[in-house]
DNA sequence: TGACATTCGTTTCATTTGAAACGATCGTAA
DNA sequence: TTACGATCGTTTCAAATGAAACGAATGTCA
């Protein structure tokens, strides 16, 4: 009557998943800590309005999957730090329009190299066909989750 | 004298597997929370305990990658709740032996086959080569963090 | 127009987290 | 034996987290 033998929970997926991702988040927010001063979720704001600014709050909400009350605490702090400014929208007052400033867009320039460095350091040993194959697999995951939570 | 053009954050590894990575967790804490009542942390443990049992609270931690801290508060709920048994270690007073007790063992039987159901779930639509060379994939990043980390 | 729901961003609250301090026990070497 | 450092597990503390409440602004529809 003893069911399930052997359960091996360093070869079930979710667990190492979040083993390894945490490693490598640790990895890289030590790194952006200690060379710029900033936390994971700054950077991520950095990242997306580095790219497409101007972008409101909500803007960011959607492009880096945090929930708003993240963001808002990473924008805050990137005010006083003076890494972004802020302007009010034009025709709806609710939306604040967010730029990287002149700081910010220097620490931007500075951390993507040194991100994509990172990123080369974790993966070498992959070949470009593994990497895509990795990302191909994140995204039918990524695809099974959005049918399991729609239902 | 722009560098870094169009970086990309939504095909950022660390970033792609962090956010797949979270929900996963979340969608199985979901399931663990509603239908048994215990939290990851507390899965997790009871997971190589049903497996390895008896360990030492150290012993938890070697084989969950949880820190001592989690581990501790982990095991104090799970006793409090019946679900696991301690007994002083015969010659290392330090020690202290843990087995899941009866109710514990009932609850890790009900769980494991549920956790592979989940785990079935999303990765439908992967062929068992994939899903062995996502594994390959993790394996070989942690191999590249622990030389990282280890200069 | 007015009433009501929705959206945006902030803030509050309880919980979780990891680092560090801690007491207790053990191993080791003088 | 007696110090001294290492290990085990708990607890403390400050920071991070997400859910929910919130005020302000906008959209919708009668």
Redesign the pocket.
Known sequence: MKRSPGFDLESFLPYRLSVTT?RVS?AFAAQYQQEFGI???EWRAIAVLGAFAPL????I?ERTA????????A??NLLKRGLIEREP?A??????QLTLSKAGRKIYEAVIPRARAIEAEVTKGLSKADIAHLHWTLDRISARLDETESE
Not at 66 to 73: E, H, L, Q
Not at 91 to 96: A, E, K, N
């Open positions: 945490n640790r936390s994971i979720p409101s709050s909500n803007g909400v945090m929930d708003k009350a993240k963001v808002s605490r924008v805050a929208h025709t709806d007052q609710r939306l604040i």
